[in-house]
């Protein structure tokens, strides 16, 4: 794992092996919360956790449905 420190308004990029970059801003920093701003090519899906988690299960429960 990479941990790095940034400021607001400082960005993270990350170049994907097809050249693609997602970059990731530092919106705000407010007491222990944190915003962040992201852009991607909007091919690229980007998702909280418990969202992907979430879509992870309901695709597991479709597979088994037509199965």
Same mark, same amino acid.
């Given at each position: 794992?990479?941990? $790095?420190? &940034?400021?607001?308004?400082? &960005?993270?990029?990350?170049? $994907?092996?097809? /050249? %693609?970059?997602?970059? !990731? $801003?530092?919106?705000? *920093?407010?007491?222990?919360? *944190? #915003? !962040? /701003?992201?852009? %991607?090519? #909007?091919? !690229?899906?980007?998702? &909280? $956790? @418990?969202?992907? @988690? +979430?879509?992870? #299960?309901? /695709? @597991?429960? *479709? %597979?088994?449905? &037509? +199965?």
């Amino acid at each position: 794992m990479l941990v $790095l420190t &940034r400021r607001t308004n400082e &960005r993270v990029i990350i170049t $994907l092996p097809d /050249g %693609a970059t997602i970059q !990731i $801003l530092l919106c705000e *920093v407010r007491g222990d919360k *944190v #915003r !962040i /701003g992201f852009e %991607a090519p #909007r091919q !690229i899906k980007i998702n &909280r $956790l @418990e969202v992907q @988690e +979430s879509i992870d #299960r309901d /695709g @597991e429960r *479709v %597979a088994h449905v &037509r +199965s």
